[in-house]
């Protein structure tokens, strides 16, 4: 091997060894030098607090006259027949409507009225229903049709209250 082409591979190879230095010393922070919040004029973020309000519940009982208020997000109000993991809740007026669970468990607060009747298909349910002050639990088996609430025309009106998937 020539001197000249030995100098050319050694200029080449310190060249790249000086590249590759530079390159790491940008890469380098040490604790004095990274960027903290309170140097930059950052506030902390807020702590979020959870609060189980149903989303969109306006918009849905505007456009459903469905209220929900709260729940843990395993039943979720669906289109009916999409889906095997559904509760289906029957009512006088406004439309039948069904739900979606997502878990083993759930629960979801909500405030119907003129429900009948409730099925569901892959889980158990819990339903809480009041009429007239007095409060009615009812448990519908796993693929089980469970009327509720006003079964006597003229009787009192029961408003669905809350939702239990039990297993």
């Known amino acids: 091997m020539s001197i000249a082409r030995f100098r050319r591979l050694a200029w080449s190879a310190a060249a ?3 590249a590759a230095g530079a390159l790491l010393a940008t890469m380098v922070v040490t604790p004095n030098q990274s960027a903290r919040a309170e140097d930059v004029g950052v506030d902390q973020a807020p702590y979020l607090a959870e609060d189980f309000t149903y989303p969109g519940a306006d918009q849905i009982l505007q456009s459903r ?6 729940g843990d ?3 979720l109000l669906t289109d009916c027949g999409t889906t095997s993991q559904q509760i289906k809740i029957w009512r006088r007026t406004g439309g039948d409507f069904c739900f979606n669970v997502t878990g083993a468990s759930g629960y979801l ?4 009225t003129g429900v009948w009747a409730v099925e569901t298909l892959d889980h158990p349910v819990s339903a809480s229903l009041t009429a007239q002050g007095a409060t009615q639990d ?4 796993k693929g089980g049709f469970q ?19 039990t297993g």
Do not use: C
């Not at 607060?109 to 119907?112: G, I, K, Q, R």
């Not at 009812?138 to 088996?141: G, P, S, W, Y």
């Open 16 to 18: 790249g060894l000086a």
């Open 65 to 70: 006259n469905i209220k929900l208020l709260k």
């Open 73 to 75: 997000g395993h039943i």
């Open 109 to 112: 607060t909500l405030d119907v």
């Open 138 to 141: 009812v448990t519908v088996a």
């Open 147 to 165: 009327p509720v609430g006003e079964g006597v025309p003229g009787g009192s009106v029961s408003v669905l209250v809350e939702l239990r998937v």
